[in-house]
């Protein structure tokens, strides 16, 4: 079965740490992975895709995720977080040409100053 | 500029009121979709469409109703809204396999 984990519901990290969100998924082909964030009160916003290629994706607002097929993971990660990243992050997994993405129940990301 | 726009962003109704939520892309894009989003449990699709005329059901399509007449339009339609549809709901497209562009949302409370 097609599926999305996102293993921590709520974390919490200090301004100018560094943070790494979790992302498994199960899929049966060759899966399209995408990092989407919701900060409150908006809609999602693409943060980075990884569709074939170099492991290491480069997304917007300084994040990255590093694919690892073997692991079936898509961590993504930001070196130095600061008080506007503390939002929801959803991990999506799709592929092929159906065109439907199927979505984790996202992480909410709380910054202490 | 690139966007998906939703109407009306906020709707407050009653119960079994037939009500319409537009969504509209100006991309061309030939996939568009329907989420709900709750909370604790992210986003659920309710419909979706490949293409004009061509549209399937999602996860949750249980009381909702779409419609594909014209590439750029998508609307969701609630014939009899009841309490448990109070919901944010997102329209969305895409090319197919291409990353999804979300409307803003909109907030239905049901009474």
């Known amino acids: 079965a097609q599926s999305v984990t996102q293993p921590d519901i709520h974390i919490t990290v200090s301004e100018g740490a560094s943070l790494e969100l979790r992302c498994n998924y199960s899929?049966?082909?060759?899966?399209?992975l995408f990092w989407y964030v919701q900060s409150p009160g908006q809609g999602l916003q693409l943060l980075l895709k990884?569709?074939?290629?170099?492991?290491l994706v480069q997304g917007i607002k300084g994040f990255e995720a590093e694919f690892k097929r073997s692991q079936s993971t898509i961590n993504l990660r930001k070196p130095t977080v600061h008080w506007s990243d503390a939002a929801e992050y959803f991990c999506?997994?799709?592929?092929?040409?159906?065109?439907?993405?199927?979505f984790g129940k996202g992480t909410k990301l709380s910054v202490k100053p | 500029e690139a966007q998906v726009t939703q109407n009306p962003r906020y709707l407050i109704t009653v119960t079994g009121k037939k009500l319409t939520v537009t969504c509209s892309q100006n991309?061309?894009?030939?996939?568009m979709s329907w989420y709900r989003q709750d909370p604790g449990l992210g986003l659920r699709q309710i419909y979706y469409?490949?293409?004009?005329?061509?549209?399937d059901k999602g996860d949750v399509p249980e009381g909702y109703k779409v419609s594909r007449k014209e590439k750029r339009n998508f609307p969701l339609i609630l014939e009899s809204p009841s309490p448990n549809q109070t919901s944010l709901y997102f329209c969305?497209?895409?090319?197919?396999?291409?990353?999804?562009?979300f409307g803003p949302g909109t907030r239905l409370t049901v009474t």
């Open positions: 991309m061309n894009h030939e996939y």
């Open positions: 990884y569709f074939s290629g170099d492991t």
């Open positions: 999506a997994v799709g592929g092929g040409s159906q065109g439907n993405l199927i």
């Open positions: 469409s490949m293409n004009v005329e061509v549209t």
């Open positions: 969305a497209s895409s090319r197919l396999a291409g990353e999804q562009y």
């Open positions: 899929y049966g082909a060759t899966p399209y």
